[in-house]
């Protein structure tokens, strides 16, 4: 009878520190499985003793990949040992404890967070074994695909926005890849080779996302594309670049891999991404706003409801565009991609039809609401100046305008200053701010020394939606910018 309530204790114990485990595995998860990024989380977590058991509620669930599923069964298995340690050995090794062995085992359960670190830490090797079998079947695929063309879009912000404008100009001649969201990791975008690509697809437009240097030049050896558009390079990451400059270097690992053979399209808007058009080595092309753009815009005409201009190319050719997308700054990402298509062989008019079909992005100033009250979802838009351009486009609206915004994340010792210029731009151009979370909200206050309207600080986005619920009338146009996933709550 007690051996039988000993393997009770065991079982339940295991069983009480995966579910325990979960929110810290779902923290791991959207931390890239780094586990230096991780422990930030561990430490915040062993000091706020009420979060060891009752965990904060989150906005993304957990998903159970298999590599999610390996790290569960190792932490069981982990935890299971302990357990028969401290149930089964530990008596036996120190026959006077002062404490019940079952005492010991149960405090695995609070420690459940610990435990994760150790499991994660235990499966890196096996992990990097699985990873490096997929990425040669993903590399031998695209071998296997000579005829494919590969055309790789990187930038500190208007990426994905890019890479779905140029799948739906491309559309209009070729049969197009394009990996869904954000898949722009190397494992992201080994996953889409191996699960999505066809043997029909003719185009597979390839998202570059990076937070270290290096992490393009992995994805540039995986893919070898033949083809580039740089977006932008701006505050983004700073905590791991360190610096502007090593945000241009890690952007400027995809204009490496293009050789002097490739082909790359640079925005103008961006000052620095014209001083890496200069040093490229490869058949570039400019696209933008300057008279002197071999692709540029004319005739602007940004509104509430979408944006019209019209089309130049360096040969004369002129045509009428219309788009339902918002912001002078998507305008920016439509011509570096118009530019790419036209280089590609479309003809303007193909690229015209295909701009008047673009869809606006999830997430990315899209309009969601407009009775009583227009909704603008801008929640992945982390950057400093695509806030920037958002609040240009609420500036724009009728009626009282409303932000509500976190701030910024990942800004290293700039985050406190670009703060302050937000709480400048929304002085400038919002009736109400909801700021959310305390210290971001008193940095960002430091720059709106100038702003007559109402300021509320919230702890929550879920906070944030109830006090609207209570002050919002109708007329009211809510722009939401940026919304932190929950490893940054």
């Known amino acids: 009878m007690i051996l039988?309530?000993?393997i009770l204790l065991v079982c339940a114990v295991t069983a009480l520190t995966v579910l325990a485990a979960r929110y810290s595995v779902h923290?791991?998860?959207?931390?890239?499985?780094?586990?230096?990024?991780?422990?930030?989380?561990?430490?915040?977590?062993?000091?706020?003793?009420?979060?060891?058991?009752?965990p904060p509620t989150?906005?993304?669930?957990?998903?159970?990949?298999?590599?999610?599923?390996?790290l569960l069964v190792c932490l069981?298995?982990?935890?299971?040992?302990?357990?028969?340690?401290?149930?089964?050995?530990?008596?036996?090794?120190?026959?006077?404890?002062p404490f019940p062995p079952a005492v010991f085992c149960v405090l695995l359960v609070p420690l459940a967070s610990l435990w994760v670190l150790c499991a994660a830490a235990i499966m890196l090797p096996v992990e990097k074994a699985i990873a490096r079998v997929f990425v040669r079947d993903a590399a031998r695929r695209l071998k296997e695909r000579s005829d494919l063309q590969i055309v790789a879009i990187t930038g500190s912000y208007g990426k994905t926005s890019t890479k779905f404008i140029l799948s739906t100009l491309l559309s209009e001649r070729f049969s197009c890849l394009t990996p869904p969201s954000s898949y722009n990791t190397t494992?992201?975008?080994?996953?889409?080779?191996?699960?999505?690509?066809?043997?029909?697809?003719?185009?597979?437009?390839?998202?570059?996302?990076?937070?270290?240097?290096?992490?393009?030049?992995?994805?540039?050896d995986l893919v070898r594309p033949t083809r580039a558009i740089l977006t932008s390079i701006g505050p983004q990451h700073l905590d791991t670049f360190g610096s502007i400059e090593g945000v241009k270097q890690g952007k400027y690992e995809l204009i490496e891999a293009l050789g002097t053979t490739g082909t790359a399209v640079f925005s103008s808007l961006n000052e620095d991404v014209r001083a890496l058009y200069e040093k490229a080595p490869c058949r570039k092309i400019s696209a933008g706003f300057l008279p002197e753009d071999d692709v540029r815009a004319e005739n602007l005409s940004v509104g509430c409801s979408g944006s019209a201009f019209t089309l130049v190319t360096r040969e004369?050719?002129?045509?009428?565009?219309?788009?339902?997308?918002?912001?002078?700054?998507?305008?920016?990402?439509?011509?570096?991609?118009?530019?790419?298509?036209?280089?590609?062989?479309?003809?303007?008019?193909?690229?015209?039809?295909g701009i008047a079909k673009i869809q606006p992005i999830e997430h990315r100033l899209q309009i969601v609401k407009q009775t009583p009250i227009t909704v603008i979802d801008d929640a992945f838009n982390a950057s400093p100046n695509g806030a920037k351009a958002a609040l240009n486009v609420l500036a724009r609206f009728t009626g009282r305008r409303v932000i509500v915004t976190p701030g910024f994340v990942e800004l290293?010792?700039?985050?406190?200053?670009?703060?302050?210029?937000?709480?400048?731009?929304?002085?400038?151009?919002?009736?109400?701010?909801?700021?959310?979370?305390?210290?971001?909200?008193?940095?960002?206050?430091?720059?709106?020394?100038d702003f007559k309207g109402e300021t509320h600080i919230v702890e929550s986005l879920e906070e944030a939606m109830t006090l609207l619920k209570d002050i919002s009338v109708t007329g009211d146009v809510v722009l939401f910018e940026n919304d932190l996933p929950d490893n940054y709550e």
């Open 4 to 6: 039988f309530a000993k």
């Open 27 to 54: 923290m791991m998860q959207l931390e890239g499985y780094f586990l230096s990024q991780y422990v930030p989380h561990l430490f915040a977590r062993l000091r706020r003793p009420r979060y060891l058991l009752a």
């Open 58 to 70: 989150v906005k993304k669930p957990l998903h159970y990949t298999p590599r999610i599923l390996r």
């Open 76 to 97: 069981a298995i982990l935890t299971a040992l302990f357990a028969v340690f401290f149930t089964f050995g530990l008596p036996a090794l120190c026959p006077s404890l």
């Open 187 to 220: 494992l992201g975008v080994v996953r889409v080779i191996r699960e999505r690509l066809q043997p029909d697809d003719e185009v597979f437009i390839c998202e570059m996302g990076s937070r270290h240097i290096g992490d393009i030049r992995e994805l540039c």
């Open 316 to 353: 004369g050719e002129r045509v009428e565009c219309v788009t339902r997308l918002l912001g002078e700054h998507n305008i920016s990402n439509i011509l570096v991609a118009a530019a790419m298509a036209l280089d590609m062989g479309l003809t303007p008019e193909e690229v015209s039809r």
């Open 412 to 449: 290293g010792s700039e985050q406190a200053r670009f703060h302050r210029e937000l709480g400048e731009e929304i002085a400038a151009c919002a009736d109400v701010a909801v700021l959310v979370g305390k210290k971001r909200a008193a940095e960002i206050q430091a720059g709106m020394t």
